[in-house]
C-alpha cells in the first residue's frame, strides 16, 4: 500500500512515517508538509490512500479533496484531525472522506481504517463514532465559543485578518485557525458561506 501524508506539521508528519513504517503491508510513505508537496507527489507517485489533515495550513481539507481525486480518482481520503465534534464529523462525510481518524488515535485504529478504506468501507475510529452517529439522528444547533462568535462578527463587518488580529491583540495565525474551526462547524466551504449561514443562524448581527 502506497500512503501520502498531508500535515503542516512536521511532529506530525515524523511520528505517522514512523508509525506506518511499522505496517508490514505499507510499501511507500510519502509526507507533504503544504498544497504544493501534496500536488507534486499524487503527480509523481500513485497513492491509495493520503491521510489528510482537515485544517491543511490555510486550506480547508474539504475543498482539496475534488482536486486530489481529479488528480487520482481512485484514492482513498482519510480526514486526520483533532476534532472530535459531532458538526465536524459531518460535514467531513459530507465533503467525500472515506474514514476518520483523530491524531490521539492508535496504531492498531490507524491500521483498520487503512484496511477499511482500501477494501472500500467508510471507517470511523472508536473515539468519533458516537458522535458521527448523533449527526444521523439529530439537528444540532451549531455551537461557536465566546472567541469564535467574536471573530466572526468581525468578519461579517468586512475586517481583515490583519485588522481582526490588531483588535483582539491575537496574531494572524491564530485568527486563520479561529476562521477555519468556524467555516468547519458552519460546513462552509469559503468565507461567502460562512458568512451566509452565520446570518441564516442568527449567529451575528448585521
Do not use: W
Amino acid at each position: 500500500m502506497n500512503i501520502l501524508i498531508a500535515d503542516d506539521h512536521f511532529l506530525v508528519l515524523d511520528g505517522l512515517e514512523t508509525l506506518l513504517s511499522t505496517l508490514d503491508f505499507v510499501n511507500l510513505i510519502k509526507p507533504a508538509i503544504d498544497h504544493h508537496e501534496v500536488k507534486a507527489a499524487l503527480n509523481e507517485h500513485s497513492f491509495d490512500v493520503i491521510l489528510l489533515d482537515i485544517h491543511f495550513g490555510k486550506i480547508d481539507g474539504r475543498e482539496l479533496i475534488k482536486e486530489i481525486k481529479e488528480i487520482q480518482p481512485t484514492i482513498k481520503v482519510i480526514a486526520l484531525t483533532s476534532h472530535s465534534d459531532a458538526t465536524t464529523i459531518k460535514s467531513s462525510v459530507s465533503a467525500g472522506f472515506d474514514g476518520y481518524l483523530l491524531k490521539i488515535d492508535g496504531r492498531d485504529e490507524i491500521e483498520k481504517a487503512l484496511k477499511a478504506v482500501i477494501n472500500n468501507e467508510r471507517y470511523y475510529s472508536s473515539k468519533t463514532q458516537q458522535a458521527f452517529f448523533e449527526t444521523q439522528t439529530s439537528n444540532q444547533k451549531v455551537e461557536l465559543t465566546e472567541r469564535e462568535l467574536e471573530i466572526l462578527q468581525l468578519i461579517v463587518e468586512e475586517k481583515t485578518t490583519k485588522e481582526i488580529a490588531e483588535q483582539l491583540f491575537l496574531s494572524e495565525k491564530t485568527i486563520e485557525t479561529h476562521r477555519g474551526n468556524i467555516m468547519l462547524k458552519l460546513e462552509a466551504r469559503n468565507i461567502a458561506g460562512m458568512v451566509r449561514k452565520a446570518i441564516m443562524e442568527g449567529l451575528v448581527k448585521i
